[in-house]
Nanobody
């Protein structure tokens, strides 16, 4: 049974930091691309960052220099370190996975709320 379980969200002031974690189980983790998406109120889900099994990363332009994605293939976890947070970063953040070479993210976590506010 595939499971993706996010943690680490919360309320933070502008300029602050949060580290999101996603624990994966039930599939061959190192053979999958892992990604973080966000969904702001009233908006669709948008990719924030992705990382393949070998550690090659992609970051959307709006978070470059502020966010870092990483993974631990032994512990089957993926992380999103978020620094210099802005109010616009407020959203529900989802962990997702797709097979390397595939185009569709098949598995999703339940999401974790990140709120950036003073």
């Amino acid at each position: 049974q595939v499971q993706l379980v996010e943690s680490g969200g919360g309320l933070v002031q502008p300029g602050g930091s949060l580290r999101l974690s996603c624990a994966a189980s039930g599939f061959a983790f190192s053979d999958f691309v892992m990604a973080w998406f966000l969904q702001a109120p009233g908006e669709g889900r948008e990719v924030v960052a992705s990382i393949n099994g070998g550690g090659t990363t992609y970051l959307v332009d709006s978070v470059k220099g502020r966010f870092t994605i990483s993974r631990d293939n032994v512990k089957k976890m993926v992380f999103l370190q978020m620094n210099s947070l802005k109010a616009d970063d407020t959203a529900v953040y989802y962990c997702a996975s797709r097979p390397t070479g595939g185009s569709v993210y098949d598995f999703w976590g339940q999401g974790t709320q990140v709120t950036v506010s003073s």
